[in-house]
């Protein structure tokens, strides 16, 4: 793909042929592949990736534009429901881009897998034997998967650690697979579940749960960004901005919130691109607790002009390969867009989609607050809630909006005035 530019002002202005033109265009798709936009999940396909399927659930996906990423522009696919999530993005990337956009890095796609044993007798001799018989763990766990070790992934290493508990002490192994371009977690099981019956042997104990963990430590994106202080409103915004954001480093109950507007931006591309957000969510969550308190993602300050810069860690447990991602038509196309050849490709522009999302939702939250732009956005909806079509709905979210009473019962008052 030829490095095209993705800054384009006021894309929500174009209709949807020149927005998909657009598309096509920046990543030269085909039109075949463009036209599965408009086609839903085919029965066939959705009968495989589930049980019991009666049909598929639509959500809409849109194009956060303006963004660069290690010096490449990108545009990005999400799927949400929640309005101005992909407009946030857009806007956030448009000041990211001034100082030269994202920088971002992932460390190697590293999973941990759990195999819990119980009743040991010598539980520190135990682990020793463990760790004396790595080498054929690791081979035993690695002929499970040729074609991960193929490509340079497999299992790398096994951890051990005594744990105390209710139902008394126990010994929980850890493997750490390098899983590539994959998820991990059929790789990651299937290694788990073979090496039981060698641990049980080595240990004397049994094994009961063999499964990976989602909170994938070793698997860290980071991403970073600096946002002009004079476009975003000059020292005394930068200021309410770390204030807001100071709330979020100490207070879980903020930091929950904080948390949820990363997420807004991670889980739409995760779900465009056929990965587990669920996954991704715990994963994030749990990491949020690593200081010993739930804490932000993000943390922010001020550089030597008094920009702001803002950087986001967290643990990324995703694919380019496996799971969906290579089985729904439009994750194959979104793949595409985003011009990724690796999972870590992948990685690194999640993790700054998630900071431009909360980049953006702190700094509206610190200025004119969430609501304006979010109830605006939002008008729409709740006129269709109250029954209006086709240009009823632009008359009635007008309406509201002049009157600054974005409310359902006021929408069905307009609505009644219109007919
Ligand atoms: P997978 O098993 O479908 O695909 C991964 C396999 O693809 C690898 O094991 C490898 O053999 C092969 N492969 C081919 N090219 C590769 C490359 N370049 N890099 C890496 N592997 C390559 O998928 P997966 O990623 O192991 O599993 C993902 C799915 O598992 C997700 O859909 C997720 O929802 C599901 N899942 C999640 C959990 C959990 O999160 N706790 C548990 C069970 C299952």
């Known amino acids: 793909m030829t490095n095209k530019s993705s800054k ?3 894309f929500y202005k174009l209709d949807l042929d020149k927005r998909l033109d657009f598309v096509k265009d920046f990543a030269d798709l085909t039109k075949e592949e463009l036209d599965i936009f408009s086609k839903g999940l085919d029965f066939e396909i959705a009968d495989r990736m589930i049980e019991n399927v009666i049909g598929s659930f639509e959500i809409p996906i849109g194009i956060a534009v303006n963004f660069q990423i290690n010096g490449k522009d990108k545009i990005i696919p999400m799927a949400t429901e929640e309005s101005s999530v992909v407009a946030a993005a857009s806007n956030a990337a448009k ?3 001034l100082k030269g956009g994202f920088t971002a890095e992932c460390s190697d796609p590293i999973m941990i897998g759990q195999i819990q044993l119980l009743n040991i007798k010598d539980i520190a001799g135990a682990a020793e034997k463990i760790l004396d018989h790595k080498k054929q763990l690791l081979e035993l766990a690695n002929a499970q998967d040729k074609v991960l070790v193929s490509f340079g992934g497999g299992a790398k290493d096994i951890e051990v650690r005594i744990l105390d508990s209710p139902i008394g002490k126990m010994l929980v192994t850890h493997i750490h697979v390098d899983v590539r371009d994959a998820m991990g977690a059929n790789a990651v099981n299937t290694m788990c579940e073979a090496l039981a019956p060698m641990l049980e042997e080595l240990t004397g104990g049994h094994v009961r749960l063999k499964i990976l963990s989602n909170l994938a430590n070793k698997r860290i994106v980071r991403a970073k960004a600096v946002f002009d202080k004079d476009k975003i409103g000059g020292d005394k915004a930068v200021d309410a901005f770390l204030e807001s954001y100071t709330l979020a480093s100490i207070d879980p109950y903020r930091a929950a919130t904080h948390n949820k507007g990363i997420m807004n931006g991670i889980d739409s591309l995760i779900i465009a691109t056929g990965n587990d957000f669920r996954a991704i969510e715990s994963g994030a969550h749990a990491y949020a607790t690593k ?8 943390k922010y300050y001020k550089d030597q002009d008094g920009n702001l810069v803002g950087e986001i860690e967290l643990p990324i447990a995703l694919g380019i390969v496996g799971g969906a991602s290579n089985i729904h038509p439009k994750a194959k196309v979104c793949k595409k867009i985003l011009g990724i050849k690796t999972a870590n490709d992948l990685a690194e522009i999640v993790a700054s989609l998630g900071l431009a999302q909360n980049f953006a939702a702190v700094f509206a939250l610190s200025t004119v607050g969430i609501q304006k732009g979010h109830m605006s956005l ?8 109250a029954g209006a079509t086709g240009e009823q709905i632009d008359r009635v979210a007008e309406q509201m909006k002049s009157e600054n009473k974005i409310k359902l019962d006021r929408a069905k008052e307009i609505l009644a005035e219109i007919k």
């Not at 939002?378 to 809630?385: C, D, E, G, S, Y």
């Open 8 to 10: 384009v002002s006021g």
């Open 95 to 97: 000041i990211a881009r």
């Open 291 to 298: 200081n010993g308190q739930y804490s932000s993602l993000t």
């Open 378 to 385: 939002h008008a729409k909806n709740i006129a269709v809630m």
